[in-house]
């Protein structure tokens, strides 16, 4: 059996992951690619862009090994990103101006989504090609390369749910990413979340994506003051 084979290993879930968000954006024209999302201030075709940044950065990554011992996991990585005080506020910001200045470059989305396309294949090739235990370098920590898959995945399914607001129509994400990214959040959360949330909206909701209603802060306890796990 393969790692592809397998649709819980690293390489598996980061296939299923990118198969399912580039078979949506395989579908968008460029005039939806001007519709909003739910990434604030963000059209689509910035988004895409956005997750072009990340497929080539995981090919950075891929191609980037090292001896040094990893200093994070699939989970514990999330832990840089929860932009709660103003220095992560500003970072995104800056994340959030870059990715729409540079998208709008393109004339045309077909040409952006050429792009994508192609990069993420070349990711999907260079994963079927990588040890899962090699260590690898990227975003300033070292994880090891099917860690490093794994949060792409996660990344990946959380951005591939805000193409449905308000888009519709469009291919869901997977099964696989979907519960790659419960598994995340209930890692960061040190518990399995307990409240029936399905996995689009715990996803929602424990990257500040969905507020939290006084029923569910009531439920989650002190945990509530947590959310967003990260954002």
């Known amino acids: 059996m393969t790692r592809v084979d397998n649709p819980t290993s690293p390489n598996g879930v980061l296939h299923a992951a990118y198969e399912a968000f580039m078979a949506a954006v395989r579908e968008i024209d460029d005039e939806r690619s001007w519709a909003p999302t739910g990434c604030t201030g963000w059209a689509v075709r910035d988004l895409v862009f956005h997750c072009l940044s990340d497929a080539q950065r ?11 011992p990893p200093d994070r ?5 999330w832990a840089d990103w929860r932009q709660q005080d103003a220095e992560g506020k500003e970072r995104a910001a800056q994340g959030r101006r870059f990715a729409r200045t540079v998208a709008g470059m393109f004339l045309h989305f077909g040409q952006l989504r050429e792009l994508y396309l192609e990069t993420t294949a070349a990711v999907l090739h260079a994963a079927d090609h990588a040890d899962p235990a090699q260590h690898v370098v990227t975003q300033g920590h070292v994880l090891s390369a099917g860690d490093l898959l794994r ?4 990344e990946a399914t959380i951005h591939h749910l805000d193409l449905g607001v308000p888009p519709d129509g469009l291919p869901g994400p997977s099964p696989e990413g979907l519960g790659e990214v419960r598994r995340t959040l209930d890692g960061l ?3 399995p979340v307990p409240l029936p949330w399905d996995d689009g909206h715990y996803a929602r909701a424990a990257t500040g994506r969905a507020a939290l209603t006084p029923a569910e802060r009531a439920a989650l306890g002190p945990d509530a003051a947590r959310f967003p796990l990260f954002g």
């Open 189 to 191: 959360l040190g518990r």
């Open 58 to 68: 995981a090919l950075n990554a891929l191609h980037t090994p090292t001896d040094a």
């Open 151 to 154: 949060t792409l995945a996660v």
């Open 73 to 77: 996991d699939a989970v514990s990585y």
